[in-house]
């Protein structure tokens, strides 16, 4: 594996799911609204000590900051525990202890931009607050949140079980990079440290067929076929054209026989 790849591929996932959150219109509308509402009571003692527009400006930073972090920070440490096969429960513990540091640290930047000293006592109740929170979070994307797959399916691939909550979704393609393998679902998409040939055998339950040594498709995800720089492809309803192999070509053919 080449290390400068590896690290690059980690950063660029990292910073995929600190603006995944606002990339959707809900969850955005979502993060707006809960914003102007805790500006609108201003707990923690925030309605007394800041002017109204103040407490939206702290509030929005508290929400845009945390968000961003935690959400980036959960979906790594799920990543990394579920390639060990760690428990759910011990996985929902860890993920609300380890995510709860790095929201700490943001809350804390922004109290001293509001002339707060977190140092001055309250570091330790608020990083049991951030595990309280996140543990609340957490628990109710586990047991509400994970998307369903579609009744299409004949059953549910176990790669999907790998993947970051932001990220389940009806699989539409795999694309193997080194010794990682990305995973591109209906919701998002993650990179996981296995083999090409077990993510393929993970994805059974999909009907799909691998067009090439490093691309597997999802048949539903098919729009038709084309040609790049002479070559065929196959282009996907998400608008990427996915290469298939001279040795590959058999088996698409027989997959697909009418796109």
């Known amino acids: 594996m080449q290390p ?9 996932n990292f910073a995929h799911d600190c603006v995944a959150p606002f990339v959707s219109r809900q969850t955005l509308a979502l993060l707006i609204t809960a914003a102007v509402f805790l500006a609108l009571i201003g707990p923690f003692g925030t309605y007394g000590a800041f002017s109204p527009t103040m407490r939206l400006l702290y509030w929005g930073m508290i929400v845009i900051g945390t968000a961003s972090i935690g959400h980036a920070t959960a979906s790594a440490i799920e990543t990394f525990l579920r390639r060990r096969n760690i428990p759910v429960f011990l996985e929902m513990v ?12 943001v ?13 001055n006592g309250h570091l330790l109740p608020l990083y049991g607050q951030c595990v309280v929170v996140l543990g609340c979070l957490t628990v109710f994307f586990h047991v509400f949140a994970a998307p369903k797959i579609s009744v299409q399916s004949c059953s549910r691939p ?25 995973v591109e679902t209906e919701t998002g998409s993650a990179l996981l440290a296995m ?19 490093s691309h597997w498709v999802a048949l539903h995800a098919v729009t038709g076929r084309s040609r790049q720089n002479g070559k065929p492809v196959l282009l996907l309803r998400n608008g990427h054209a996915v290469p298939v ?15």
């Open 4 to 12: 400068d790849f590896a690290n690059d591929a980690l950063l660029r």
């Open 94 to 105: 860890s993920v609300s202890v380890l995510t709860a540091i790095p929201v700490c640290f």
């Open 107 to 119: 809350v804390s930047l922004i109290w001293a931009l509001f002339g707060t000293n977190p140092l």
């Open 158 to 182: 176990r790669l999907l079980d790998r993947l970051p909550l932001n990220s389940r979704g009806r699989l539409l393609r795999l694309t193997a990079r080194d010794h990682y393998v990305e």
């Open 195 to 213: 083999r090409f040939r077990d993510a393929i055998a993970e994805a059974a339950g999909e009907q799909g067929v691998q067009t090439h040594r």
């Open 245 to 259: 192999g001279r040795t590959f070509r058999t088996a698409v053919a027989k997959k697909m026989p009418g796109k």
